[in-house]
């Protein structure tokens, strides 16, 4: 898994893969973890390139997030196409040969996301969507459903739309927000955006002057509620992501079981201030 948001949204994914591990310790079952680094020598598709080589065919079934750069994903294709059997978390691939995938619904998210705003701002307001990255199907699908949410319900709010994924993201937020006084409400795609945004209107003195929907419950998000940068967080609940692909992962390696279908979602859900102590007792939050 990636490590460059492990204490965002991939920390929570980890939690979950080691906790079916350790159900499944009975199996004397070796597992290799192999921690990747988006963006650099060490990426997703270097990382499993180099098992490939080094392991090859004694690898009995492989989990991952699934891939969404081309280089990743014929990696991915060089242990479906030598009969290994290959499951995803958080992403889908199409063609990729996979088995199953275990991700969120992330057009009924982005939906979720953009009703609530909607029931939160008044007509005539703009509402921020910052959008992620054009590559990555969890956030251009969750965008593209908070999108069609506004546009299938005639919404009377002004979408302005922030793209782009990348650590600049927060002066550009900073100078959105400051150009556009009538955005009274915002929604980020992904762990890391929601940091950024949250940030950017810290810096800009608006803590409680709008609604902000963040994503993924982990520290940092918990203390900008708390805080009032963020006042509803959308959680897909990443542990169980992790946790069903490798039970998935499992029963076909052990007992033969194929997967009832090749997508299995994980519902989302919104996490208000009031209910924050109940996922901060679960344990659900990522340090």
């Not at 054009?134 to 302005?160: C, D, I, K, Q, W």
């Not at 810290?202 to 805080?227: I, P």
């Not at 390696?253 to 519902?267: F, K, N, S, T």
């Amino acid at each position: 898994g990636p490590q460059e948001e492990n204490s965002y949204f991939y920390g929570s994914v980890w939690h979950g893969f080691r906790r079916c591990m350790a159900e499944l310790d009975d199996y004397n079952l070796e597992v290799l973890e192999l921690p990747y680094y988006p963006g650099t020598e060490r990426g997703q598709a270097e990382t499993l390139n180099a098992c490939f080589e080094q392991y090859g065919g004694k690898i009995d079934a492989l989990l991952t997030i699934g891939p969404t750069e081309d280089t990743a994903r014929r990696a991915v294709q060089r242990y479906s196409s030598a009969g290994t059997p290959v499951f995803f978390a958080c992403d889908d691939a199409e063609g990729c040969g996979r088995i199953a995938c275990v991700q969120a619904d992330h057009d009924m998210a982005g939906r979720i996301a953009a009703e609530l705003l909607s029931a939160q701002l008044s007509p005539g307001d703009a509402v921020l969507l910052c959008a992620g990255d054009a590559h990555t199907p969890s956030h251009y699908r969750m965008a593209a459903g908070f999108e069609a949410y506004l546009r299938e319900n005639s919404v009377p709010l002004t979408l302005v739309r922030a793209d782009g994924y990348h650590d600049k993201q927060e002066l550009r937020l900073r100078r959105t927000l400051a150009e556009d006084a009538r955005i009274s409400g915002a929604f980020s795609v992904s762990a890391r955006l929601s940091v950024l945004l949250a940030d950017a209107v810290a810096q800009m003195g608006r803590a409680g002057q709008g609604r902000v929907v963040a994503s993924d419950l982990f520290g940092e998000t918990v203390r900008n509620m708390e805080e009032g940068l963020v006042q509803n967080i959308l959680y897909k609940d990443p542990a169980q992501q992790g946790y069903l692909a490798a039970r998935l992962m499992g029963d076909f390696v052990l007992r033969g079981i194929q997967p009832p279908a090749g997508v299995h979602y994980v519902e989302s859900r919104v996490i208000f201030k009031s209910s924050l102590a109940y996922y901060r007792a679960s344990g659900a939050v990522c340090p």
